[in-house]
Nanobody
Framework: QVRLAESGGGSVQAGGSLRLSCATS????????MAWFRQAPGKEREGLAAIYPLGGVKLYADSVKGRFAISKDNAESTMYLQMNSLKPEDTAMYYC????????????????????WGQGTQVTVSS
């Protein structure tokens, strides 16, 4: 059974940084597609960054490009999201997700493309 567990969230002032971690377990196949999402109260879940580890390909949403960086440590089976220059509008619950089957690149930032999700970690950015 695939399990994902996020950590690293917290409260930070605008301009600060946080690094989120997503610990993974239960995969018997090579890691395929992984991604970070966030959801603020009253808003839809938003895709932020995706990574295809086997191909070394990364994809970012325009809202976080240049500020956030996704990475994965295959040895530790952990995915990371380095978040810099945080803004109050980055306040949300952050989730990691993964999928083992093929996903076309145009799907990588869509929540519907991922069957496995973590429970989320809260990020709060104050002005």
């Amino acid at each position: 059974q695939v399990r994902l567990a996020e950590s690293g969230g917290g409260s930070v002032q605008a301009g600060g940084s946080l690094r989120l971690s997503c610990a993974t377990s239960g995969y018997t196949d090579s890691w395929k597609y992984m991604a970070w999402f966030r959801q603020a109260p009253g808003k839809e879940r938003e895709g932020l960054a995706a990574i295809y580890p086997l191909g070394g390909v990364k994809l970012y949403a325009d809202s976080v490009k240049g500020r956030f960086a996704i990475s994965k440590d295959n040895a530790e089976s952990t995915m990371y999201l380095q978040m810099n220059s945080l803004k109050p509008e980055d306040t949300a619950m952050y989730y990691c997700a993964t999928a083992a089957d093929y996903r076309a690149p145009n799907l990588w930032l869509l929540p519907s493309a991922y069957p496995y999700w973590g429970q989320g970690t809260q990020v709060t950015v104050s002005s």
